[in-house]
């Protein structure tokens, strides 16, 4: 299994910028980063998937450096809505391939 | 377009019972998966189907769960007998193939074995 590390938990304020970063020291050639967001009672949902560099759409942007070794998922602007448990999955979309979650990261945005 | 669809959406029965979960994937998707989630942790990976093939079921306990997914599109997972510890969510996920690592997930079904 590809597993990645993330802190356990975050803090933050509404209107401020968080950024979630994620280990992940075994990463191939062919894996992929990609981010998945979850509420309580609901199933998990994706965010934003990179392979190297920068990735931004209407939701977070994703920052891959050039060895890949690590990824920082950054929430523009959070407000109360943004409290999720946000997960860091190296993925090798292959048929070999799965989705492996880990304990994921907890944010919480207090106003 | 409809996500994907879980039913029942939660479920409460007695150890030692039978109990079923099912799925409805979006259409068009080939992948599905079956995912168990406990309190406070990630979701973990039972089984992932390939159409109707069953690709990697490594993590599902064999001696009392089983799948299906007839003609590649809905599946059923199933427990027998549940145990205590059987109690958590169960999530359905589907994706348009293994390539593809989008999954959409549905909303789960809580177990509870009392």
Sequence with gaps: LAKTTQPISMDSYEGQEVN????????????????YQQFPSQGPRFIIQGYKTK????????????DRKSSTLSLPRVSLSDT???????????TLGRLYFGRGTQLTVWP | EAG?????????IEKKQ?????????????????YLQNLGQ??????????????????LPKDRFSAERLKGVDSTLKIQPAELGDSAV???????GPMNTEAFFGQGTRLTVV
């Design chain 2, 4 to 12: 994907v669809v879980q039913s029942p959406r939660y479920k409460i």
């Design chain 1, 55 to 66: 990735v931004t759409n209407e939701v977070a942007s994703l920052f891959i450096p050039a």
């Design chain 2, 42 to 59: 990630g979701p973990e990976l039972l089984i992932r189907y390939e159409n109707e093939e069953a690709v990697d079921d490594s993590q």
């Design chain 1, 84 to 94: 999720a448990v946000y997960y860091c999955l190296q993925d090798r979309g292959s």
């Design chain 1, 20 to 35: 979630i970063t994620c280990s992940h020291n075994n990463i191939a050639t062919n894996d992929y980063i990609t981010w």
């Design chain 2, 90 to 96: 169960y999530l359905c996920a589907s994706s348009l």
């Design chain 2, 18 to 34: 039978p109990v079923a979960f099912w799925c409805n994937p979006i259409s068009g998707h080939n992948t599905l998966y079956w």
